[in-house]
Nanobody, 118 residues
Framework: QVQLVESGGGLVQPGGSLRLSCAAS????????MGWYRQAPGKQRELVAT???????DYGDSAKGRFTISRDNAKNTVYLQMNSLKPEDTAVYYC????????????WGQGTQVTVSS
């Protein structure tokens, strides 16, 4: 079955960095668009970053200039490098895998907690 397993979350001080990883299994990873989303308490889930099967990237406004999404198709893994973290980045971060070629396929990981606090 399809599994997306996030890792790398934790507690970090403001201004610090974290790298999240999402390892996928059960899908043909290279054809999927991959994304990171986040949800803070009491707020809606929001886009952080996406990367297409071809490697094109897009970022939510809160992530531009600070976060970088990348993928390694050989390892079936997508990454989110987060720098200059702020307390408002505190949220559960979710990995998403989605097909955009008309075939079904939209999967989510279980999430990883990121807490930015001094």
């Amino acid at each position: 079955q399809v599994q997306l397993v996030e890792s790398g979350g934790g507690l970090v001080q403001p201004g610090g960095s974290l790298r999240l990883s999402c390892a996928a299994s059960g899908i043909i990873f290279r054809i999927y668009y991959m994304g990171w989303y986040r949800q803070a308490p009491g707020k809606q889930r929001e886009l952080v970053a996406t990367i297409t099967s071809g490697g094109s990237t897009d970022y939510g406004d809160s992530a531009k200039g600070r976060f970088t999404i990348s993928r390694d198709n050989a390892k079936n893994t997508v990454y989110l490098q987060m720098n200059s973290l702020k307390p408002e980045d505190t949220a559960v971060y979710y990995c998403n895998a989605k097909r955009v070629d008309g075939f079904p396929g939209d999967y989510w990981g279980q999430g990883t907690q990121v807490t930015v606090s001094s």
